[in-house]
T-cell receptor
Framework: QKEVEQNSGPLSVPEGAIASLNCTYS??????FFWYRQYSGKSPELIMF????GDKEDGRFTAQLNKASQYVSLLIRDSQPSDSATYLC???????????FGAGTRLFVKA | DAGVIQSPRHEVTEMGQEVTLRCKPI?????LFWYRQTMMQGLELLVY????????DSGMPKDRFSAKMPNASFSTLKIQPSEPRDSAVYFC???????????????FGSGTRLTVV
């Protein structure tokens, strides 16, 4: 079992809709969670991080964390075709600085 | 800032040859990471440094891989001998020092696409 699990997708949503990306993790010691966006042929870029239970909003993005359920999610409101990419969920343990990445979910936003 | 700089961008080599990948982190970043990305395995951490010291290399095949950080602005990842299964995109990333309740993510370089034939 991978430490960070994501549905590989693809997830397809129409332009303007809400895209919901989900992630579960197995290490209860994980303290911080990150969402990276990776366009095809490019490197990952950080879009959100969260370490407290609840929601964290930044523009069109909302990250949600539920440590009891070991669940992390990313909501993208008013999805745009430019949001089409692979979204990587990542978790970092409390005892070190190692970050473990999920396999990523491919998102397609249809115009 | 120029960001994290990796070289070369592409490398094609024959099985058994030595390959050296290079990385220059963002100035002032204390942490440096080497990841490998493949379709099958995703992003795998090979090794990471804090202030030039190896903190964790448990993901690195030590019989053929070696990583060094001789100074704060330069790191190398060497594969000797290379094998076809090493074909992947290798990313270097750096991050500032962590503070209390401060969570920095990583800044990734553009990656090196390695093909071993």
């Amino acid at each position: 079992q991978k430490e960070v699990e994501q549905n590989s997708g693809p997830l397809s949503v129409p332009e303007g809709a809400i895209a919901s990306l989900n992630c579960t993790y197995s290490d209860r010691g994980s303290q911080s969670f990150f969402w990276y966006r990776q366009y095809s042929g490019k490197s990952p870029e950080l879009i959100m991080f969260i370490y407290s239970n609840g929601d964290k909003e930044d523009g069109r993005f909302t990250a949600q964390l539920n440590k009891a359920s070991q669940y992390v999610s990313l909501l993208i409101r008013d999805s745009q075709p430019s949001d089409s990419a692979t979204y990587l969920c990542a978790g970092r343990g409390g005892g070190g600085f190692k970050t473990i990445f999920g396999a990523g979910t491919r998102l397609f936003v249809k115009a | 800032d120029a960001g994290v700089i990796q070289s070369p961008r592409h490398e094609v080599t024959e099985m058994g040859q030595e390959v050296t990948l290079r990385c220059k982190p963002i100035s002032g970043h204390d942490y440096l990471f080497w990841y490998r990305q493949t379709m099958m395995q995703g992003l795998e951490l090979l090794v990471y440094f804090n202030n030039k010291a190896v903190m964790d290399d448990s993901g690195m095949p030590k019989d053929r891989f070696s990583a060094k950080m001789p100074n704060a602005s330069f790191s190398t990842l060497k594969i000797q001998p290379s094998e076809p299964r090493d074909s992947a995109v290798y990313f270097c990333a750096s991050s500032p020092r962590q503070g209390a309740n401060v969570n920095y993510g990583y800044t990734f370089g553009s990656g090196t696409r390695l093909t071993v034939v």
